[in-house]
């Protein structure tokens, strides 16, 4: 059988229930703390917060596979499934015995695999009878999806945008606004947190974990508004396996199954989806594909962070967990191009890591433009930054092959495209891009602040 | 059977060949004129300007259909074959009894429909031991669909870009430029047409027109180097087929039959694919579906031009071509915030249209944006402005049909994504787009300077 470039499952293929890693894992992470009380939450505790059923899904660790809602399916089917693509012109111009697959998350307007999650977030905060959410978004991916989830779905929503993608990227505001969301540049005057940060640094370019201080305070003065976020917890990792049981159903229809699967990772939400049937092989000794998490030189959360208890926001409003973590007190370097710019890591993600489970590795932007340059000429898709970290460590991995001479199948996640960081293409085509790699000193004083637990 | 949202062929099932619309038609479109003698030219005569099999192409009106190359096919398989999409989301809105599908060109980082023609002059340029060509791109897709294809291939490429767009499209730049491409803005002081427009009014936001002659001017001043245009000729309504037969062939799948074709319409390379193996049907007596063009009201070249000679560029320096037209000098407004801003009409469709076998209609933009805005949130796909033309006129339709309490069956075509028009979504979103109408005074002053011929 000639192998497709593109190998599409039908509709009635998408899966029809979420899978659940906890369920399989010998350790469970650590438990989300009460940073007043350090006594573990409990999914009442996070009510407030977040919509009931989804703080439920957070803190079920048991249950193995969730059912997808009836009208999620529906949505899904809006865009999914996604395309696993056979890299083949990649392959030839490496010259490598390796085969090279990637599933394709991009080809939809969020530019991304966030949409899988949104789509949990805003169908369950509908039927529990809410009129709006509220979150933050960084690179522009997250805030786009939820704002497209929303619109579907009938809910208000208001994304906190790191001030620093705020300014790069007018247009990614122009398509969330158009999907109906109202934008805030964060930090912003509209929360406490926010006039704190502002006051200690006017010139801030904001962070990740500054905007999601201010949204989850946001939520937390509304009834009918809750938090949503698109990394890091549980129940984002169980909305983007989807990813990875796609992916797998694809493969077994081709006769393939990959000796190694790489993802960006950031916070954890594409690299956890994508991996997760995998990790289930792995956990449950089915087989023993090498998972790798690549992430920026910049922000380099697993490969040099501490594994620790840690708050996830920078405004310390929320609980702690346990996770890979450059304090969240971390802001990256405004010269970083991309998204990745998260200091924690998934803690079910980290926890894996932390058990040998998975590998990491990280890389200076320049080098992941370089390889998004050659992937746009040869596979025709011009990809997202985050996305181009796996690319980079995809080809590492598939030059290995010609070394070795080895026939490795090799599946990557290609989490989105580029369109709307085309100022990062712009720095890397002029050559004004630069690397930032913190020292050691710069990593210490994020240790410093880490909060005493135990 | 329950129709899923998409529909995709398998590779296998791509078209193998190309149809050309000319061998089916009654009367053939007037022939190409010699500016200067008003003979007929023969495709030698067009050798200098255009790959010899693409002046091949465009003069061989008896040929029903011409084998795709090999390569073109390997090509098509990085972004095709493109899904055929049932609008369920849209129908049950407009609570009609219509079926919607819409054919989506979009999935692939040129953004729009345009790669498929792209992909065939890319490949006979090299083939025929060339170098380098040289287009013009208005709203962008074009160019960056070029320059995707000569990456591909291993050619050089110039780009002259409508300086409004180059303007407004800083990004859309980026993305040809990541791809290797050269841009121009257009009108320059690169050639004697250029430096010519800009004497006379050096404030000009440029016209496809204009930039048109530039780049015919550049590629006769190098042997190595050849003319592409991405609409209006011959070859590329062939090349374009493509979208039609794919269409086709997956309604068939269906059970399916489209009482109307729907696309929008500037030189004419969207419908023209689109409608190609419908029109056949409709020629041969086969079939007799509805076929619609729609056109914005500020370039309405169909709807109220006369069907007349005239050049196919202000500069004047192409053939003449017979074809409905505002005349080679008529400059849309720059408040026109899509693009479709071609003065003239593709000599094949303009011919088809004046014997009846086509309907055309306009639209403003603001009424144009107020769909794509309904149409993002419903299907959640973010349409190019040009698009949006024939959602528009789809929903019109959808809602006669409710009207009549008809299922009609109706398929238009979804050129592409807007995600470089976000400057356009902008003015929509803010209030501030207008609407602008040419009167018969502004249209008569490009009619009075047609050529005279006969």
Redesign the interface.
């Given at each position: 059988m000639k192998i497709?470039?593109?190998t599409?499952l039908?509709?009635e293929e998408i899966p029809k229930q979420w899978y659940n890693i906890r369920a399989d894992m010998p350790e469970q992470p650590a438990p989300l703390l009460n940073p007043g009380t350090l006594k573990p939450l409990t999914a009442e505790d996070l009510y407030p917060v977040f919509c009931e059923e989804l703080a439920n899904q957070e803190m079920d660790a048991t249950t193995r596979y969730i059912d997808i809602p009836e009208e999620v399916l529906e949505y899904y089917?809006?865009?999914r499934p996604s395309p696993l693509i056979r890299a083949y012109?990649l392959e030839k111009a490496l010259d490598t015995p390796a085969r090279i697959y990637f599933k394709f998350e991009g080809?939809?307007?969020s530019?991304s695999h966030k949409l899988n999650a949104a789509a949990a977030m805003a169908y369950y905060a509908k039927a529990q009878g809410l009129t709006s959410l509220t979150t933050e978004t960084g690179a522009g991916q997250w805030g786009t999806a939820l704002a497209?989830a929303c619109?579907?779905f009938g809910l208000d929503l208001t994304v906190y945008m790191v001030k620093v993608s705020y300014e790069q990227k007018?247009?990614r505001k122009?398509?969330i606004?158009?999907?109906?969301g109202k934008i805030i540049p964060s930090p912003s005057d509209t929360t406490e947190v926010g006039r704190a940060i502002l006051k200690e640094d006017p010139n801030t370019g904001g962070s990740l974990g500054c905007a999601i201080s201010e949204a989850i305070e946001l939520s937390l003065k509304d009834d009918k508004c809750r938090y949503a976020l698109g990394s890091v917890m549980n129940q984002v990792l169980l909305h983007q396996s989807v990813i990875g049981l796609e992916s797998k159903a694809a493969m077994e229809k081709l006769g393939e199954y990959p000796d190694i699967v790489i993802g960006c990772a950031g916070g954890g939400s594409n690299l956890g989806g994508l991996m997760a049937p995998f990790m289930q092989d792995k956990l449950t000794g089915k087989a023993n594909p090498r998972i790798i998490a690549v992430e920026p030189a910049s922000c380099p959360s697993l490969t040099r962070g501490k594994y620790a208890y840690d708050f996830c926001d920078t405004g310390k409003v929320t609980p702690l967990a346990k996770m890979y973590t450059l304090g969240s007190e971390f802001i990256p370097s405004a010269n970083h191009a991309g998204g990745l710019r998260y200091h924690g890591m998934s803690p079910a993600l980290s926890k894996l890591y932390h058990d040998g489970y998975m590998e990491a590795t990280s890389v200076e932007q320049t080098k992941v433009f370089e390889s998004a340059?050659l992937f746009?000429?040869?596979?025709?898709?011009?990809p997202a930054p985050e996305s181009a970290h796996a690319i980079h460590s995809a080809v590492e991995e598939a030059l290995k092959c010609k070394e070795s001479g080895e026939a490795k199948t090799i599946l990557f996640g290609l989490t989105g495209?580029g369109?709307?960081d085309?100022?990062a293409?712009?720095q890397y085509?002029d050559g004004t891009m630069t690397d930032y790699i913190p020292t050691d000193e710069d990593l210490q004083r994020g240790f410093d602040k880490l909060p005493k637990v135990e």
């Open positions: 497709p470039y593109r599409y039908t509709e089917k809006t865009f012109n080809n939809n307007t530019g497209m619109a579907y007018p247009f122009a398509v606004e158009t999907y109906g340059v746009s000429k040869l596979e025709q898709i011009l495209t369109y709307f085309m100022h293409y712009m085509n």
